[in-house]
């Protein structure tokens, strides 16, 4: 049987409703993106009226938003932030992924557990706890918690880390343990063994981790509006600020509203397109065979 009967052959759906439901979820991906793209070049009173279409072109939204809103110091705080909790979340979750999967140690299975349940903990009940803990924190050390990026970062870190522990936990479990064995026999220590095999191994894992991790960051308004000051204000919490600004006391800027979207879309859409090929290896490897 060739290769097409096959695929014929185990193809639950027909063809033209395979067709029919890709372009329907195509349309359901592009048309609101089509409309913010379209909303950002048309004027705010255009977008008030409802028109898909835009009545007059213009850029001037991508101009007049940088004034509307601090939106580039949001988004070199949240570049700043975000960056740093992929980095250690990843580098910190594959080191203590490493010592759970290779190691067995009394409250091993506990902590593995705790992994699992610190993901159905929802941010929200934990912010007042957070926000009591860095000004209890700022009075007994003398130092300033509340308003800094390096806060904003610990908050980020506390919620991404189990994330990124228990994915490469599951991904360190899939990888042969010989490789280790042979390099260790040649008299390889285990910070050796880390950075010249697990660390090489576990790179589509490591990636995927740390853009969630960046994700985590990037998307959160709630810890950002508490735990920052202006000066330290994340690119989410000054789209916010775009959201609530109005055009002559009445009007809504809608059109910079769309433009300041795009514009925070931009470096996610960047990040996906230059890590694809580590995403797709690690969300479907589970190791190496």
């Given at each position: 049987?060739?290769?097409?009967?096959?695929?014929?052959?185990?193809?639950?759906?027909?063809?033209?409703?395979?067709?029919?439901?890709t372009a329907t979820l195509?349309?359901?991906?592009?048309?609101?993106v089509l409309y913010i793209?379209?909303?950002?070049?048309?004027?705010?009173?255009?977008?008030?009226?409802?028109?898909?279409?835009?009545?007059?072109?213009?850029?001037?939204?991508?101009?007049?938003?940088?004034?509307?809103?601090?939106?580039?110091?949001?988004?070199?705080?949240?570049?700043?932030?975000?960056?740093?909790?992929?980095?250690?979340?990843?580098?910190?979750?594959?080191?203590?992924?490493?010592?759970?999967?290779?190691?067995?140690?009394?409250?091993?299975?506990?902590?593995?557990?705790?992994?699992?349940?610190?993901?159905?903990?929802?941010?929200?009940?934990?912010?007042?706890?957070?926000?009591?803990?860095?000004?209890?924190?700022?009075?007994?050390?003398?130092?300033?918690?509340?308003?800094?990026?390096?806060?904003?970062?610990?908050?980020?870190?506390?919620?991404?880390?189990?994330?990124?522990?228990?994915?490469?936990?599951?991904?360190?479990?899939?990888?042969?343990?010989?490789?280790?064995?042979?390099?260790?026999?040649?008299?390889?220590?285990?910070?050796?063994?880390?950075?010249?095999?697990?660390?090489?191994?576990?790179?589509?894992?490591?990636?995927?981790?740390?853009?969630?991790?960046?994700?985590?960051?990037?998307?959160?308004?709630?810890?950002?509006?508490?735990?920052?000051?202006?000066?330290?204000?994340?690119?989410?919490?000054?789209?916010?600020i775009v959201g609530s600004?109005?055009?002559?006391?009445?009007?809504?800027?809608?059109?910079?509203?769309?433009?300041?979207?795009?514009?925070?879309?931009?470096?996610?859409?960047?990040?996906?397109?230059?890590?694809?090929?580590?995403?797709?290896?690690?969300?479907?490897?589970?190791?190496?065979?």
């Amino acid at each position: 049987m060739s290769v097409s009967a096959s695929a014929e052959a185990t193809r639950l759906l027909p063809r033209w409703m395979l067709a029919a439901l890709t372009a329907t979820l195509l349309a359901m991906v592009l048309v609101p993106v089509l409309y913010i793209v379209f909303a950002s070049l048309n004027s705010d009173v255009g977008v008030a009226s409802g028109e898909f279409w835009p009545s007059s072109w213009s850029l001037d939204s991508y101009r007049r938003i940088w004034t509307t809103a601090d939106l580039s110091t949001g988004i070199v705080n949240s570049l700043i932030v975000c960056a740093c909790t992929a980095a250690a979340s990843a580098l910190l979750g594959t080191t203590t992924a490493y010592v759970l999967v290779r190691y067995t140690f009394l409250g091993r299975l506990t902590i593995l557990r705790g992994l699992v349940g610190l993901q159905s903990i929802p941010g929200t009940l934990m912010l007042l706890p957070v926000f009591v803990l860095f000004s209890s924190a700022g009075n007994y050390l003398g130092i300033t918690v509340i308003g800094t990026r390096w806060g904003l970062f610990l908050a980020y870190l506390t919620f991404a880390l189990p994330f990124s522990t228990w994915v490469m936990v599951t991904y360190l479990r899939g990888l042969p343990r010989e490789l280790e064995e042979a390099a260790r026999t040649d008299g390889a220590s285990t910070l050796v063994v880390l950075w010249r095999i697990i660390f090489p191994l576990s790179l589509p894992a490591i990636v995927v981790s740390g853009i969630f991790a960046f994700l985590l960051g990037w998307n959160d308004v709630l810890f950002a509006s508490v735990l920052t000051r202006p000066e330290t204000h994340t690119a989410a919490v000054a789209l916010q600020i775009v959201g609530s600004s109005q055009e002559g006391g009445a009007l809504p800027v809608y059109s910079q509203i769309m433009a300041a979207s795009l514009i925070c879309a931009a470096p996610v859409v960047l990040l996906y397109l230059a890590f694809q090929r580590y995403l797709v290896g690690g969300l479907t490897a589970g190791g190496v065979k």
